[in-house]
T-cell receptor
Framework: KQEVTQIPAALSVPEGENLVLNCSFT??????LQWFRQDPGKGLTSLLL?????REQTSGRLNASLDKSSGRSTLYIAASQPGDSATYLC??????????????FGTGTRLQVFP | NAGVTQTPKFQVLKTGQSMTLQCAQD?????MYWYRQDPGMGLRLIYY???????DKGEVPNGYNVSRLNKREFSLRLESAAPSQTSVYFC????????????FGSGTQLSVL
């Protein structure tokens, strides 16, 4: 059974720091991994999608890496800003022998960036 | 461009009442999904619709029904609400499948007393 873990559950950093959020998954047979951002009381916004054949994806100050063999992904945020404060979730799409398609979500890391 | 729109944003029900959560997307996406989010449990898939006219169960379908009314709309119905269905419900869509980025609505906060 695929399980997705995100550690730490919460993180508080001063503005300007470079930081790394971690995502671990137990089954390396995945199609892709996606990082999301969720603001309080809002839906999720997809930040980056890494296909299983890729090692990393970049968007602005965000860089996500994927190491399938070790079951790990990291989201790197450069020069953090207070506006980056949110909960960050990762989700993996697993291979399935059934015609059921779904993502397995982690429970997220709640990030606070203070001025 | 509204994206994915969910109604209502908040709802309080008594045990045994029924209601329908509405979802519509204006991005011409084929696939639509209903999730619930509970503290400490992450998001779990309730039902999904890979394309207009098809629906399939997800991880936690019991107590729910869905209707893919047309390509734009995908509704979730609670026939007899239970306190265990207290949750935040999200609708999402993708152009074709889970191989693409998901677009989420802003959610419905549902409390069942």
């Amino acid at each position: 059974k695929q399980e997705v873990t995100q550690i730490p559950a919460a993180l508080s950093v001063p503005e300007g720091e470079n930081l790394v959020l971690n995502c671990s998954f137990t089954d390396s047979a995945i199609y892709n991994l996606q990082w999301f951002r969720q603001d309080p009381g809002k839906g999720l916004t997809s930040l980056l999608l890494i296909q299983s054949s890729q090692r990393e994806q970049t968007s602005g100050r965000l860089n996500a890496s994927l190491d399938k063999s070790s079951g790990r992904s990291t989201l790197y945020i450069a020069a953090s800003q207070p506006g980056d404060s949110a909960t960050y979730l990762c989700a993996v799409r697993r291979y399935s022998s059934y015609n059921t398609d779904k993502l397995i979500f982690g429970t997220g890391t709640r990030l606070q960036v203070f001025p | 461009n509204a994206g994915v729109t969910q109604t209502p944003k908040f709802q309080v029900l008594k045990t045994g009442q029924s209601m329908t959560l509405q979802c519509a997307q204006d991005m011409n996406h084929n696939s639509m999904y209903w999730y619930r989010q509970d503290p400490g449990m992450g998001l779990r898939l309730i039902y999904y619709s890979a394309s207009e006219g098809t629906t399939d169960k997800g991880e936690v379908p019991n107590g729910y029904n869905v209707s893919r009314l047309n390509k734009r709309e995908f509704s979730l119905r609670l026939e007899s609400a239970a306190p265990s269905q207290t949750s935040v419900y999200f609708c999402a869509s993708t152009p074709r499948s889970f191989n693409e980025k998901l677009f989420f609505g802003s959610g419905t906060q549902l409390s069942v007393l």
